[in-house]
């Protein structure tokens, strides 16, 4: 797929383990108006295919090398706002996985979103100014959480503060 034909509002799942290059390209396809859905490489195959199926992305990201030529592909632009949250897939009520889809944003919301994102991280690390959350790692508990690096912040440090009680 040619990354031009990724509109705004258009999905991409990502089945592949966290790492620096997954949570720039997180932010990189949210500054676009790509909605990432974030899907647990753990996934049974039919959990798998009936997410898919529901969430209908673009495009599935199935191996780093995938991932790696896609980032290479989607411009990022740092002055630019994400337009939105990555979907994460919960079990709710149901128990059955489904996808939480918060839905493109206007520019003043997205400002008003990394106000509020930033205020909540910089409460929690203290001191650190270059770091926005949306980006993944593992929490204590194996879960995928949303807290990228924008700036100098590295892998360690990141999942430090993933690792801090809350």
Known sequence: MDVRELARGSRVALLVPGSTAYAELVVALLRRGVFPVLMDVKLTARDRADLLAELQPALVVTEQAQL??????????????????????????????????????????TDTLVAEERDRVLGEVGGVEDIAVFGVADDRWGQRVCAAVVGTVDDATLQDLVERPH
Do not use: K, Y
Request: negative net charge; hydrophobic residues 30%; proline residues 14%.
């Open 68 to 109: 790696e030529n896609l980032l290479a592909a989607v411009p990022d632009d740092p002055a630019s706002p994400p337009l939105g949250r990555p979907i994460h897939l919960t079990s709710g009520t149901t128990g059955r996985p489904e996808g939480v889809f918060s839905g493109l944003l206007e520019r003043e919301e």
